[in-house]
């Protein structure tokens, strides 16, 4: 049986139709001929000099967080954030490591943790299903901040640091109200119990410190490889074509020539209808920024792949980073991500409710990020 939408329309003609609309509109504006040439040098541009400094910072990043883990400094870090997460979260303490692991990683490394029934213990249902919230506004963390001091700024990203915490905040906090509206026993329920508690070997044998480290830098290198290749779809495919519809035609001519980075500029036009309220809310000086959040939706790499050609543009400043960092940890790509979390830890039905929290932390940490770096100008 053939899927339809709206009850009668088969999904097929929805999705030629989209898609001629969409690439007819490019082609009209652009010429076909140029519009390929500008998706293709575009996307060529991304992987050679986006997509493979990414993967550099993933392999490092990815080396540190191992290290991290093997010698004893995340269950420090875990120790000295404990205190911090029932009042603000309203969560357990052994939440912390999941927050520091995210950081260090990316979004899926809370529900591999969440797998371990001795960590789900410690939780009621509804803040265990409110970790997708959580774990996700630190995803890819030290990743993004790397990136942005990489850029040549050092004081925004730690303003956007505590932006995306504000945003978490919020995203966890609104996710465990939806869950107990929904399920009001799971406010009480158990995430794990003793009885579900499976046994683990434990391995006594003790590697030498140099094995250890080497081991370390290796696996984490590797993982950080893995990480790298997953965001080359992302870049590629939805950096290009936000950029697209970013920017605008040769400056010099003003006409399309099939050069990497050209575009129809319609989202900047959006922008401009609403600048008043971009500029209140995140401060954006220049209607082209709004791509940046649209792009984080879908994966926070792919937008940090649109930074360099805003900086060559003279887009960029300190406040659109902090906005920047806070929204790229905050939302890390969740509308790509949520579903299969949510999923996994079985509980796909809540994946609306999840979605409609983290869109609305993700506005409020873009907010608190403005606003903070506003009074950080003025010390």
């Not at 979004?107 to 213990?121: G, H, M, V, W, Y």
Request: net charge neutral; glycine share 10%.
């Amino acid at each position: 049986m053939k899927k339809k939408l709206f009850g009668w329309i088969p999904a097929g003609v929805i999705c030629l139709a989209v898609f001629f609309l969409l690439f007819g509109y490019l082609g009209y504006k652009m010429g076909a001929a140029n519009m390929l040439n500008t998706i293709m040098k575009t996307s060529h541009d991304l992987l050679l000099n986006t997509v493979f400094y990414l993967m550099a910072i993933c392999v490092v990043t990815g080396a540190i967080g191992k290290i991290f883990v093997e010698f004893g400094v995340v269950k420090m870090l875990e120790k000295l954030l404990r205190p911090l997460m029932k009042p603000l979260f309203n969560l357990p303490g052994v939440a912390s490591l999941g927050a520091v692991l995210t950081f260090l990683s990316d979004n899926p490394a809370i529900i591999s943790l969440a797998q371990d029934k001795r960590f789900a213990t410690y939780f009621k249902k509804f803040q265990f299903i409110s970790l997708t919230n959580f774990g996700t506004a630190f995803g890819m963390g030290l990743l993004v901040i790397v990136f942005m001091i990489g850029q040549g700024y050092f004081a925004a990203p730690v303003i956007g640091l505590c932006g995306a915490i504000a945003g978490c905040i919020i995203s966890t906090r609104i996710m465990q109200h939806f869950v107990i509206k929904e399920y009001p026993n799971f406010a009480v329920e158990p995430a794990a119990t003793a009885e579900q508690l499976a046994e683990e070997a434990h391995d006594d044998y003790e590697k030498p410190l140099f094995q250890r480290i080497l081991d370390s830098l290796l696996d984490g290198g590797r993982s950080g490889v893995d990480v790298g290749l997953a965001i080359i779809p992302g870049v590629l495919i939805i950096s290009t074509l936000v950029m697209l519809f970013t920017f605008g035609p040769d400056k010099t001519s003003g006409e399309f020539t099939g050069a990497a980075y050209q575009g129809v500029e319609l989202l900047p036009w959006i922008g401009s209808k609403l600048q008043i309220v971009f500029d209140w809310l995140f401060g954006f000086a220049d209607p082209h920024l709004i791509a940046f959040p649209i792009t984080a939706l879908g994966a926070v790499g792919a937008a940090l792949g649109l930074i360099p050609g805003f900086a060559a543009e003279g887009w960029v400043d300190g406040n659109a980073i902090a906005v920047f960092t806070a929204i790229g940890m905050c939302w890390s790509g969740y509308l790509s991500t949520h579903t299969a979390m949510l999923d996994t830890l079985g509980y796909r039905q809540l994946t609306s409710k999840a979605i409609i929290a983290h869109t609305i932390g993700g506005f409020v940490a873009g907010i608190v990020a403005h606003w903070a770096f506003v009074l950080y100008s003025l010390i």
